[in-house]
């Protein structure tokens, strides 16, 4: 069964880091990019970043680039997102999402971490 | 900017109507258009993929189709478990939203 386990969300300050991680089973890893895709409470759905199989290719939606980064470890299975300098207005359910690349669905997501950003 | 512009943002419907929403693109693109359903409190399920093939274990009451800029993902029949919302997807844009409530 193919299965991706968020964590390393919280509530986290205005000017503060967090670190996501996604756990990712069931599935040859290696094989699949990876996205993080994220939802205000009670929103709708935004594409955050992206990283391919091998990682040495990310991107970025514009409201998160310089401040996010994302990697991988195909060794273990895992996928990371780094936030910095985090605003409110990242305060969102992240989502680790999974694709077989260009032209192919998200076709299975994790349950998603909440990040708070609040003083 | 590209945009995937769904409609209506939200329907009440009784059981066994028939629901129709629709996706139009800013620009044409390719049949890779993606429906996901999202149920209160749970992830996003992919639904159906390019344009309009059904993904294992979805009921056949869900169907979808379009091409160039106007999609549309239709339920012939609502079932009680079919109210949520439901999204469109081309590349990394997702549409707003459709929330799908009991009428």
């Known amino acids: 069964e193919v299965q991706l386990v968020e964590s390393g969300g919280g509530l986290v300050q205005p000017g503060g880091s967090l670190r996501l991680s996604c756990a990712a089973s069931?599935?040859?890893?290696?094989?699949?990019?990876i996205h993080w895709i994220r939802q205000v409470p009670g929103k709708g759905l935004a594409w955050v970043s992206r990283?391919?199989?091998?990682?040495?290719?990310?991107a970025f939606a514009d409201s998160v680039k310089g401040r996010f980064t994302i990697s991988r470890d195909n060794a273990k299975n895992m996928v990371y997102l780094q936030l910095r300098s985090l605003r409110v207005e990242d305060t969102a359910v992240y989502y680790c999402?999974?694709?077989?690349?260009?032209?192919?669905?998200?076709?299975?997501w994790g349950q998603g971490t909440l990040v708070t950003v609040s003083s | 900017d590209f945009q995937m512009t769904q409609s209506p943002s939200s329907l009440s419907a009784s059981v066994g109507d028939r629901v129709t929403i629709t996706c139009r693109a800013s620009?044409?693109?390719?049949?890779?258009v993606n429906w996901y359903q999202q149920k209160s409190g749970k992830a996003p399920k992919l639904l159906i993929d390019?344009?309009?093939t059904l993904q294992s274990g979805v009921p056949s009451r869900f169907s979808g189709s379009g091409s160039g800029t106007d999609f549309t993902l239709t339920i012939s029949s609502l079932q009680p478990e079919d109210f949520a919302t439901y999204y469109c997807?081309?590349?990394?844009?997702f549409g707003q939203g459709t929330r799908v409530e009991i009428k």
């Open positions: 069931g599935f040859r890893f290696s094989d699949y990019w």
């Open positions: 390019a344009a309009s």
């Open positions: 997807q081309w590349s990394w844009t």
């Open positions: 999402v999974r694709d077989g690349g260009v032209g192919t669905p998200f076709d299975h």
């Open positions: 620009q044409s693109i390719s049949s890779s």
């Open positions: 990283i391919t199989i091998d990682g040495s290719n990310t």
